[in-house]
Each structure stands twice: as C-alpha cells, then as structure tokens.
C-alpha cells in the first residue's frame, strides 16, 4: 500500500509518501518560523492561510520525488488533532478532496501517536513493549506501549510542558524565535555547576512532571544577572530540565519492568538528552532510541507511516471530526474500521 501522509496541526506543513514494500518514498517540509519570529510565537490564522499556499505545492513535490503518480496512491493520512483547529482543516478539507477524486480511503490520524511511531522509520527499532518519553509541543508525558495501537499514559506534566519551559525561559533571555534549540545552543558555552536549578518533583513517588516552579526560578535568576552570565544560566536550567526527564524515564523502565526506552518529540532531538541517556543506557544496561533530528519535530513522514499501518489495516475515517485535545490513550474511541 502507499499513502500520502499530511501534517499541518501547527506551524509545519509536512507532506511525505510511505510504502509498505520499499518505506519512505518522499519527504517534504516547508517551516513557518520566519513568518511567526516577528510574534514571537505561532499566530494560529496565519498558520491556516500558509498551509493552504504551501500544501498543494509539497505533494506535487512530494510525487515528483518518490517518482509515482497520483493514480498509484492508494490512502491518504491527515493530522486530525491535536493541534490548531483551523490548522488542521487545512489537511483535513485537502485530503477528503483528493480522496474523493482519486477514490481512495483517507484517516485521520492522533498527532501524539505519530511522534511515538517515528522511530519505526529508523533501521534501529524499539521492540514491543517499550517506554516513550514524548516530549513535543505541549505535551511532556510517559507512556507505555504495549503493542501497536495500545498505549497506557503512565505521566504527564501537571503544568507547563519541558519544551514551553525550554521556549519561555530563552523567551525571556530575549533569544531568536523558537527559543529552545537557542537556549540548548547558549547551554553548550556555560558552567551548569554554576547556578542550582531545581529537579521538580524528583521527591516525590509517581511519573508526573512539573516546571512551572523552574521556569519562575529561571525568571529570578536572570533578573539578577547580566547578559554574560546567560550561558550558565542556560547550562544550569538545561541540565535540571534533562535531568528531571531522565530520573523520571528510568523510573518509569523500573515501574513498567520494560527495558526499552523511546524519546520522540522536538525536545527529542535535545543533544544533551541524547547523550546523556546513551551514557546511561550503556551502563545501566537498558537500550534507548531516538528518531532522527528531522523526524522529531512536525514532519509529514511519521504521519504517512502511521496512515500506512492504520490503513493497511482497513481503518478509515468515513465522517471527519477534527480535535483540538485528543489523548494519546483514547486513540482508540476515534478510529473506524470498514
């Protein structure tokens, strides 16, 4: 079976084509930064308007690439939610055209779970049951994947996601939008032993996460400082945030008894985290994976490969209900079978 997959539940549009027999066939993806950096954040309408300039543009770039045409696909996936409603509609109302033009099933598929199904496109895979630490956009959970398809929500931040932490606290620094690939860049010069960040909620028992408290010590910290003390500062807050994630992730291995550990998500492609956990994987004797840097943040080839397996197994979406929250372990309620 080959499938379009489309994502555009926030600031990327992403558009690839998978296929059973030979994987990935076409990538394409085209980022929004430049035109959200003068807000300083994503402005959801102006999101909507560029998807619908960019999206037609990427799949005929994307079928000019894998070298197919039109006629040889044979389902598409779309990004239901979470996202940003007018967002999504964006590949929502492009799908059910092409679909019905082409006559082809189309689904729409749980963001969450295409970021934890990434790592399939790597040679290196993970073996059932493993832990995922997900950690993208808004959302910094554990979960335990059973099987394909069966996935129990074992965590997740009470507040503020690591990656709003990351973001908001490089916002405040005044570094370049999106903030946090900046602050872990800034991180690289500093001392961390320099300033005592806090690991929250590393006391407690449990797999919840919380940074509200960090990211308002970060505040106070760099109220009281200059900018020549803004790398230690970004070493000292990188190291609680990496640390905190990482203590909770073994924790997690320990409760489940699971020896296989997944990081997918744009805080994913953290190279500190990276390294850190391949450290400990070593020595601890646990194995980790990640998807590469490219397939952490929103791209359209995890979404075409979660379309394939979900397609290829006769699910469609016969009615399309878009969805601002979708739980990664409700996946289930929404999927219709032919």
Same mark, same amino acid.
């Given at each position: 079976?080959?499938?379009?997959?489309?994502?555009?539940?926030?600031?990327?549009?992403?558009?690839?084509?998978?296929?059973?027999?030979?994987?990935?066939?076409?990538?394409?993806?085209?980022?929004?930064?430049?035109?959200?950096?003068?807000?300083?954040?994503?402005?959801?309408?102006?999101?909507?308007?560029?998807? /619908?300039?960019?999206?037609?543009?990427?799949?005929? $770039?994307?079928?000019?690439?894998?070298?197919?045409?039109?006629?040889?696909l044979? *389902?598409?996936?779309?990004?239901?939610?979470?996202?940003?409603?007018?967002?999504?509609?964006?590949a $929502?109302?492009?799908?059910?055209?092409?679909?019905?033009?082409?006559?082809?099933? /189309?689904?729409?598929?749980?963001?969450? +779970?295409?970021?934890?199904?990434? &790592?399939?496109?790597?040679?290196? %895979?993970?073996?059932?049951?493993?832990?995922?630490?997900?950690?993208?956009?808004?959302?910094t959970?554990?979960?335990?994947?059973?099987?394909?398809?069966?996935?129990e929500?074992?965590?997740?931040?009470?507040?503020?996601?690591? *990656? +709003? !932490?990351?973001? %908001?606290?490089?916002?405040?620094?005044?570094l370049?939008?999106?903030?946090?690939?900046?602050?872990?860049?800034?991180?690289q010069?500093?001392?961390?032993?320099?300033?005592?960040?806090?690991?929250?909620?590393?006391?407690?028992?449990?797999?919840?996460?919380?940074?509200?408290?960090?990211?308002?010590?970060?505040?106070?910290?760099?109220?009281?400082?200059?900018? !020549?003390?803004?790398?230690?500062?970004? !070493?000292?807050?990188?190291? $609680?945030?990496?640390?905190?994630?990482?203590?909770?992730?073994?924790?997690?291995l320990?409760?489940?008894?699971?020896?296989?550990?997944?990081v997918?998500?744009?805080?994913?492609?953290?190279?500190?985290?990276? !390294?850190?956990?391949?450290?400990?994987?070593?020595?601890?004797?646990?194995? &980790?994976?990640?998807?590469?840097?490219?397939?952490?943040?929103?791209?359209?080839?995890? &979404?075409?490969?979660? *379309?394939?397996?979900?397609?290829?197994?006769?699910e469609?979406?016969?009615?399309? %209900?878009?969805?601002?929250?979708?739980?990664?372990?409700?996946?289930?309620?929404?999927?219709?079978?032919?």
């Amino acid at each position: 079976m080959i499938v379009l997959g489309i994502e555009s539940s926030c600031d990327e549009t992403g558009v690839a084509i998978y296929s059973g027999e030979k994987g990935l066939l076409a990538h394409q993806l085209y980022s929004q930064i430049a035109l959200h950096a003068q807000y300083g954040g994503v402005v959801p309408e102006l999101a909507s308007r560029d998807h /619908i300039r960019k999206l037609p543009l990427l799949v005929n $770039a994307a079928i000019e690439e894998a070298g197919i045409n039109f006629s040889d696909l044979e *389902g598409i996936a779309f990004t239901r939610g979470p996202g940003l409603i007018g967002a999504l509609m964006v590949a $929502a109302t492009y799908a059910q055209g092409l679909g019905l033009a082409l006559n082809i099933p /189309i689904l729409g598929v749980n963001h969450m +779970e295409a970021h934890l199904m990434a &790592v399939m496109l790597e040679e290196r %895979k993970p073996e059932y049951p493993f832990v995922t630490l997900l950690v993208s956009g808004g959302h910094t959970q554990l979960v335990l994947v059973k099987a394909f398809g069966e996935y129990e929500l074992l965590g997740e931040s009470l507040d503020d996601a690591v *990656g +709003e !932490a990351f973001d %908001k606290t490089a916002k405040i620094m005044g570094l370049p939008y999106p903030g946090g690939p900046e602050l872990a860049k800034l991180a690289q010069e500093g001392d961390a032993s320099r300033y005592e960040f806090p690991r929250p909620m590393l006391n407690r028992p449990g797999l919840e996460f919380s940074f509200s408290g960090i990211k308002t010590k970060a505040l106070l910290t760099i109220e009281n400082a200059t900018k !020549a003390d803004y790398p230690d500062i970004a !070493a000292g807050f990188q190291e $609680a945030l990496v640390d905190t994630l990482i203590q909770k992730s073994l924790r997690a291995l320990k409760q489940t008894g699971a020896t296989e550990l997944v990081v997918s998500g744009g805080v994913g492609a953290n190279k500190h985290l990276r !390294a850190e956990l391949r450290r400990l994987a070593e020595t601890l004797g646990f194995n &980790v994976y990640f998807p590469r840097a490219e397939f952490c943040t929103d791209n359209g080839a995890m &979404v075409a490969y979660l *379309g394939y397996e979900r397609l290829s197994r006769g699910e469609v979406s016969t009615e399309v %209900k878009l969805k601002a929250r979708w739980p990664i372990d409700q996946v289930s309620q929404y999927i219709e079978s032919e």
